[in-house]
């Protein structure tokens, strides 16, 4: 799975980080996607009423094409029915809250990996994309709570890291930004997320 940027930032920072915030919206913390190769269904050219709705002033990347779109809902369904038979099986929870990810409903991937953490709650990968999620509601303060309970967790997981720092841009506070992307550097110097950290600085004024 994969993660997401800093929103209502100043342009250049939002658009640089953008890309790397929670590295794009179909790249979560714990796996990076390939492409889907699902065939298009009729009818499935437009998202539902309600999914992928951004917050205010939100501009958002393309969503899922049809063909995406037919294979996430298959998929969905699947694992639907797989925890309405088996509400402790884990994998399924979590690959329900990616796919919701992926189609930019919120509320229900959060949901989603709710469940997944009451299976374990300490799956920092599971908490950084629940953040996320929380993140595109505007929910800051409770991104940043599992932002940091992450980092807890796995002091070394920069993706995490580098989110703290984008949460603490949002909220106009620009030195704990700068703190937060300046350990992503020294924890993963060559990494995405260190590109990504080195940018925001550079936006911000600091060396």
Do not use: C
Not at 62 to 84: C, F, K, T, W
Not at 106 to 119: F, P
Not at 159 to 180: C, E, L, T, Y
């Amino acid at each position: 799975m994969q993660n997401k940027v800093l929103w209502g930032a100043a342009g250049g920072l939002l658009v640089g980080l953008l890309a790397g915030y929670i590295i794009g919206f179909e790249v979560h913390a714990s796996q990076a996607r390939g492409a889907a190769a699902a065939a298009a269904m009729p009818g499935m050219g437009q998202l539902p009423p309600g999914m992928g709705q951004p917050p205010p002033g939100v501009a958002q990347p393309a969503g899922p094409s049809p063909a995406q779109l037919a294979e996430y809902q298959q998929r969905i369904a699947m694992n639907q029915a797989i925890v309405g038979r088996d509400p402790k099986n884990l994998a399924a929870w979590v690959a329900l809250g990616n796919d919701y990810f992926d189609t930019r409903q919120y509320q229900k991937s959060i949901d989603a990996y709710g469940e997944a953490l009451k299976l374990n709650p300490n799956n920092p990968d599971v908490l950084t994309d629940q953040g996320v999620m929380y993140e595109q509601l505007a929910d800051y303060d409770r991104a940043l709570a599992n932002f940091e309970q992450a980092q807890r967790i796995a002091p070394g997981h920069a993706q995490s890291a580098f989110n703290i720092g984008v949460i603490w841009r949002q909220k106009n506070d620009p030195a704990k930004a700068a703190a937060a992307w300046k350990k992503v550097i020294q924890l993963a110097p060559n990494s995405p997320q260190a590109a990504q950290a080195r940018q925001g600085l550079a936006e911000l004024g600091v060396k």
